[in-house]
């Protein structure tokens, strides 16, 4: 038997591992870059073993997406829990300009496969991980009247939704790294702003 034959049946977590180098692949070369069989020869294993875990490349988009919403959760869940909404507010923003400076090809590969038909409940399940922490926040906050009612996940989705265009003027040029900071202050204090109730 070959050693790549005997890799493919005797490989440790070889999706975790197709996994870590599709993410690399994507952000090199983008979703055109990936290919199942590509990996393989990546990894070291025969051209059939990915398709154990992944039944082709929809699937393994798929399992990136899950992959990505999962490590932002962590990432929120990390955060230290505070009893006001400025400080936890600022920490959120700054966990997620980051996420999004950092992997800003699967970023974009989360929401694009966000609706996949065929993810079903694990992209689900990962995307209300991910969107936890904010939305608690956002629903504390109203509780304690600090902030507007409303739909506390469209709200915080709104905010995601500003920070992200931050990520995108960083990742362009558009914004230089050293003036992120100022930037980031900037985008939080009007965020905070619009949130807070009207007289």
Do not use: C
Not at 12 to 17: C, H, S
Not at 49 to 73: C, I, M, S
């Amino acid at each position: 038997m070959s050693l790549t034959r005997a890799r493919s049946y005797h490989h440790g977590d070889l999706r975790a591992e197709l996994l870590q180098r599709a993410e690399t692949t994507l952000r090199e070369s983008g979703v055109d870059g990936l290919s199942l069989r590509q990996l393989a020869r990546d990894v070291g294993v025969s051209h059939a073993a990915p398709t154990r875990h992944f039944r082709d490349k929809q699937a393994l988009l798929d399992a990136l997406a899950v992959a990505g919403f999962e490590r932002l959760g962590e990432s929120f869940d990390a955060l230290t829990p505070a009893e006001s909404f400025a400080e936890p507010m600022r920490a959120m923003a700054l966990t997620y300009l980051r996420f999004a400076t950092e992997n800003s090809a699967l970023l974009a590969l989360m929401f694009a496969r966000r609706h996949s038909p065929v993810a079903g409940d694990e992209m689900a399940r990962a995307v209300d991980h991910a969107f936890a922490r904010p939305v608690s926040l956002i629903a504390n906050a109203q509780t304690r009247g600090e902030i507007i009612p409303g739909d506390p996940r469209r709200i915080a989705l709104t905010a995601v939704a500003a920070l992200q265009g931050l990520a995108t003027f960083l990742g362009s040029g558009l914004v230089f790294p050293e003036a992120a900071d100022a930037w980031l202050d900037d985008t939080v204090t009007h965020v905070m702003l619009g949130l807070r109730p009207r007289p």
